[in-house]
């Protein structure tokens, strides 16, 4: 997703992705400064992409 979004997004850009899974779109989104709306149809995969996003983000804050 990084090279996607550094050739064709700017930062501060909406994404849409209608298929959001993992999450590896809103962590990429995080990194690159757009932001994201995510849709995913099943519950379990929102939520565990949602825990992946916020575990990362205190991650990226703990380590700097």
Same mark, same amino acid.
């Given at each position: %997703?990084?090279?996607?979004? !550094? @050739? %064709?997004?700017?930062? +501060?850009?909406?994404?849409?992705?209608? &298929?959001? +899974? /993992?999450? /590896?779109? =809103?962590? =990429?989104? %995080? !990194? *690159? +400064? =757009? &932001?994201?709306? +995510?849709?995913?149809? @099943?519950?379990? %995969? *929102?939520?565990?992409?949602?825990?992946?996003?916020? @575990? *990362?983000?205190?991650? /990226?804050?703990? !380590? &700097?």
């Amino acid at each position: %997703y990084d090279w996607i979004l !550094n @050739n %064709y997004a700017k930062k +501060g850009q909406k994404i849409l992705d209608t &298929h959001l +899974g /993992s999450g /590896s779109i =809103a962590i =990429a989104c %995080y !990194n *690159f +400064g =757009a &932001h994201l709306v +995510g849709i995913e149809i @099943n519950q379990k %995969y *929102f939520e565990d992409a949602k825990n992946r996003l916020n @575990n *990362f983000k205190l991650e /990226s804050i703990t !380590n &700097h």
